[in-house]
């Protein structure tokens, strides 16, 4: 699933290329009839909220896409290529094209549903959100771990798995400790660490969060296998303390931390 950057990325890249132009809007085979409704109207602009893309074709015609777990866009210029696979949904002019597959949600919205939309997430590092909704939800929860609440959309936006994983080691805190056991300082620092790193983003198609001295190459750019403290990096040896990484379910994903850089 991607992290919210990827789709912060998207929405700016896909502004540049669509935004302010009369485009084509197809969905083929019936897989998007509401299509029509959008097909030959100038994009305004591509705006992302948390893991949530919306197209804004002007009043109530706001597209919504939900990339779920297998979403993707194929991108290209020039003229668009023969339609194939099992595409939702393509916009296109005489010089750019995008494809979109496999999301959850692909629909047309009024502006009321994409303003509740946005009154539900929590604050988006990405977009600059006064962070204080999501603190209090936070230190309101007595029992709820601090590792299932950054993953719930509805305290922050946009942070996903790696994301939870890697600011939790940053800041030292342990991924089961309850959401009311949290400081406000805690909190504020990663909540920084959240504005420094999301928008670094990706970085040939990486998330990197470790620090070039915790890295067993300091030097040069992170190796593969030294881009992240702990993610996927179940049973090897934590670059700070050299104890092995442990792996988790919690809510719903793979959760990784290190017992003793994070001990409860
Ligand atoms: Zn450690």
């Not at 991607?2 to 132009?21: D, S």
Request: glycine share 10%.
């Amino acid at each position: 699933m991607p992290e919210g950057n990827e789709l912060h990325r998207w929405a700016k890249m896909q502004t540049e290329a669509f935004g302010g132009k009369k485009v084509r809007v197809e969905g083929p085979n019936g897989r998007f009839a509401d299509a029509v409704l959008l097909d030959g109207r100038v994009l305004r602009e591509v705006m992302a909220v948390g893991k949530h893309i919306g197209y804004d074709f002007g009043k109530d015609r706001k597209l919504h896409v939900h990339m779920g777990l297998y979403g993707d866009f194929t991108e290209g210029t020039g003229p668009a290529p023969e339609m194939r696979g099992a595409l939702r949904l393509r916009i296109s002019t005489k010089s750019d094209w995008l494809e979109l597959r496999g999301p959850t949600d692909c629909s047309v919205w009024t502006d009321e549903q994409w303003e509740a939309l946005k009154a539900r997430l929590g604050p988006d590092p990405l977009n600059d959100d006064d962070p204080e909704r999501g603190f209090q939800a936070i230190l309101a929860k007595k029992t709820t771990s601090i590792g299932a609440l950054l993953m719930d959309q509805t305290v922050f936006s946009g942070i996903g798995n790696i994301y939870r994983a890697e600011f939790l080691f940053r800041a030292r805190v342990s991924p089961f400790r309850a959401g009311a056991q949290m400081t406000r300082e805690e909190l504020k620092a990663i909540w920084k660490d959240a504005l420094k790193l999301m928008p670094e983003g990706m970085v040939d198609r990486r998330i990197v969060t470790t620090k070039p001295p915790d890295r067993p190459h300091s030097k040069g750019p992170a190796l593969d296998e030294e881009v992240n403290y702990v993610y996927r990096r179940k049973g090897k040896p934590c670059f700070v303390c050299g104890t092995k990484i442990e792996m988790k379910v919690m809510a719903g994903r793979n959760l990784f931390w290190c017992p003793t850089c994070q001990a409860a």
